[in-house]
């Protein structure tokens, strides 16, 4: 019995199952001691073994066999398990990732930490200029901008070395949060020479036996493991998509994403529904607060107080939902802190002490102030009272009127002229 290498590779195990089919055609009696593990060629003489016809089927079970394995399969799910380069896995959250670095799925696993929905993404701007916007959106998991730069690069190096690779595996949710990081993945590698690198994409908005299905983070190593068969080469279309949605996404006049929701976004079913819901991030005509904003004043009109409570009924009001319990602190604390607050907040009075980290958001509790109920009827309006300085995708909105609002009723952006 012949033994592996080291570091055994499926693509030179199929290459060798080749060169000895070769050499069984061109009369090589070498390639008899392989063969003699079918058992039609148990007691063939070597004239007899390079005289009948073998398959490549044939020979990539005669050769497993010599490496002391059952069968073809079972040879390549050892050398894939062992094959820490077979596969990149690319996440944009944490807690799937790290699911599936606990399963046998075999590669290497990295996340995507930069959260692209929140804070400045424009277009035109240098790669260091980039860098330091983009630093800015991580300075509660990286201590200093120092850091958070080097962790932008760091992922950066991480996906250039995607030629080291097999292929690289894109896991997605359906939700805001990821189909943005979608695009932004699929415009890098766009611009990349792929080489014999395969690109794939793993994308679901649903699961068997979940009817309310939160996203990848949701599945056991297990069930993630079995999503692993079912990914698709990326297309030509697909990138084309997310190359033409992310462009759009960080342009400064936000109808760019309109002219993208009016062409064919089937290639990629979760984007058009993404990108709605980012548009409707913009301030509305009617008060000049956003859906969730709206959504977070009624829930509280309604008797929702304490923050557990918004949260899990404004995941269900957002399904799927793109944010998780820091991200909507930071849509609630804005609204209970400006000079004319539409909320109180209970449960941070000596918080403030504290890293903001630390701060004890699960265990606050809001009230609609008289703003937040004339704003919630559209008898006020937020941006009026406040004024706005917000990004959202290349948009900067700022002033007390906001450039660009969102009308609920004709279901587009309008410019305030």
């Excluded at 509660?140 to 996906?159: G, H, K, S, V, W």
């Amino acid at each position: 019995m012949t033994s592996l290498p080291s570091r055994p590779s499926l693509e030179n195990l199929k290459k060798q199952a080749k060169s000895l089919l070769r050499a069984h055609q061109q009369g090589d009696q070498t390639v008899c001691t392989v063969l003699r593990h079918l058992h039609r060629f148990t007691s063939a003489s070597p004239d007899e073994i390079l005289s009948a016809d073998v398959t490549l089927t044939e020979m990539q079970f005669a050769l497993a066999q010599d490496y002391g394995f059952t069968s073809w399969r079972a040879l390549k799910q050892y050398v894939e398990q062992e094959d820490p380069r077979r596969y990149l896995h690319v996440f944009c959250i944490e807690l799937p990732a790290l699911v599936l670095r606990e399963s046998r799925v075999p590669g290497t696993v990295m996340t995507w930490l930069d959260p692209l929905i929140e804070g400045p993404t424009p277009s035109g701007v240098t790669e260091q200029q980039w860098l330091e916007l983009r630093a800015q959106q991580l300075t509660e998991i990286f201590p200093t901008p120092a850091q958070a730069i080097q962790a932008l690069q760091n992922m950066d190096r991480r996906l250039a070395e995607f030629p080291e690779y097999q292929e690289v595996v894109l896991w997605f949710d359906a939700c805001l949060y990821d189909q943005v990081v979608l695009c932004r993945q699929l415009d890098w590698f766009s611009r990349q020479t792929l080489g014999r690198t395969t690109l794939s994409l793993i994308c679901i908005g649903e699961y068997p036996g979940k009817p309310v299905f939160h996203g990848l983070g949701e599945l056991s190593n297990e069930q993630l493991a079995g999503l692993l068969p079912q990914r698709q080469p990326v297309s030509a279309v697909q990138t084309t998509l997310g190359v033409a949605a992310w462009q759009a996404y960080r342009s400064a006049d936000p109808t760019s994403i309109e002219h993208v929701l009016a062409g064919d976004t089937s290639a990629l079913p979760y984007l058009a529904p993404a990108l709605l819901k980012h548009l409707e991030r913009f301030p509305t005509l009617l008060n000049g607060v956003n859906r969730m904003e709206q959504e977070i004043l009624e829930l509280v009109a309604n008797g929702y107080h304490r923050y557990d409570q918004i949260f899990h009924r404004l995941s269900d009001l957002e399904q799927p939902a793109y944010f998780g319990l820091s991200y909507l602190f930071d849509q609630l604390e804005p609204l209970a802190s400006r000079e004319y607050p539409l909320l109180t907040i209970s449960g941070l009075e000596h918080a403030h002490d504290l890293p903001r980290c630390d701060w004890p958001i699960t265990q606050t509790t809001y009230t609609l102030t008289s703003d937040g109920e004339a704003v919630m009827r559209g008898q006020a309006d937020w941006i009026t009272l406040n004024g706005i300085d917000r990004w959202l995708g290349g948009v900067h909105l700022y002033g007390t009127q906001a450039e660009w609002r969102w009308d609920n009723q004709q279901r587009k952006l309008v410019r305030m002229v």
